[in-house]
């Protein structure tokens, strides 16, 4: 009840939850295959121009793993592109030369590497919702490090067999194994019975585990990118899909409920009893 009236909006809500860099000194993020402990994890490419951001995410990144370079204009990012040949772009959207958005435009007639769009929120949010399928995510400014690396694994699982880039691939987390290209879910021995909408939803959360998704990006991503309305469904099928895991909304095990943000799958430390 305390405090209750400091988060009276969705907006505030995330400015109150991040804080840049701030998760920087907890625990490694839920260490995936990709970043090998021998130095030569994947090449990143960041393209943002402003150093507060650029410098420390940067850090951050050859930190959690991975090999960064760091430029802040659309030519430079080109030029980089050939030179670091990169497993994964991050791309701020306003470039001081130039729309991010044609950069990746380009970059998608050069290759299929994985891009994630960075914007900021407010400004740029809109736009971004109907972004022509060129990206593969997005993140809205301020972020947090910690939510940017989740994404890049996700994205580099997602993509990381190359061509076709269906994200396909089977994910298993504790219990809980959802197998897309077959469309199957299972709980422990059991056979889930999902709906088109509750399967989508479980995988799109559990290939986020550990980070929030936004109501937002589940609305875009699950129903309609194009979704301006009532987010009601979200919550109903939430509720639906929780009840089918036996999870208890007040005490969940696997879906936890972000006040005011959204959603966020358990990792498989958070469900290993063992850890
Ligand atoms: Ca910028």
Same mark, same amino acid.
């Given at each position: ?47 943002? !121009?402003? =150093? ?5 995410? +940067?850090? &951050?990144? /050859? @930190?959690?793993?991975? *090999?960064?370079?760091?430029? %802040? ?63 593969? !995510?997005? =993140? ?5 490090? +910690?939510? &940017?690396? /989740? @994404?890049?694994?996700? *994205?580099?699982?997602?993509? %990381? ?74 919550? &109903? ?39």
């Amino acid at each position: 009840m305390l405090r209750r009236t400091v988060t009276t909006g969705r907006a505030s809500a995330r400015q109150a939850r991040v804080k840049p860099w701030q998760s920087l000194r907890g625990p490694p993020l839920g260490r995936g295959t990709l970043a090998s402990v021998t130095g030569q994890g994947p090449r990143i490419l960041l393209v943002e !121009d402003e =150093v507060s951001i650029a410098e420390p995410f +940067a850090r &951050v990144l /050859a @930190r959690e793993g991975f *090999v960064p370079t760091v430029v %802040g204009t659309a030519a430079e990012a080109l030029d980089a592109f050939e030179r670091v040949a990169p497993d994964l772009v991050l791309l701020d959207l306003a470039l001081p030369d130039g729309d991010g958005r044609d950069v990746c435009r380009e970059l998608r007639s050069r290759s299929d590497v994985p891009v994630i769009m960075v914007t900021a929120r407010g400004t740029e949010i809109d736009r971004i919702v109907g972004l022509e399928r060129g990206a593969d !995510d997005y =993140v809205v400014k301020p972020f947090s490090g +910690a939510e &940017v690396v /989740a @994404r890049i694994r996700a *994205v580099l699982r997602r993509t %990381g067999r190359g061509t076709a880039a269906t994200g396909s691939e089977p994910v298993t987390i504790g219990p809980v194994a959802i197998d897309p290209a077959a469309r199957r879910a299972q709980l422990g021995e059991d056979e889930l019975e999902l709906s088109r909408k509750e399967f989508d939803l479980l995988v799109d959360l559990m290939r986020h585990a550990g980070t929030v998704v936004t109501r937002e990006d589940l609305m875009a991503r699950v129903w309609d990118e194009n979704w301006f309305g009532s987010t009601k469904t979200l919550d &109903v099928h939430v509720g639906w899909l929780r009840r089918k895991l036996g999870d208890d909304p007040a005490a969940p095990r696997f879906i936890h409920t972000i006040r005011g943000v959204g959603f966020r799958f358990a990792t498989p430390e958070e469900l290993d009893p063992s850890a």
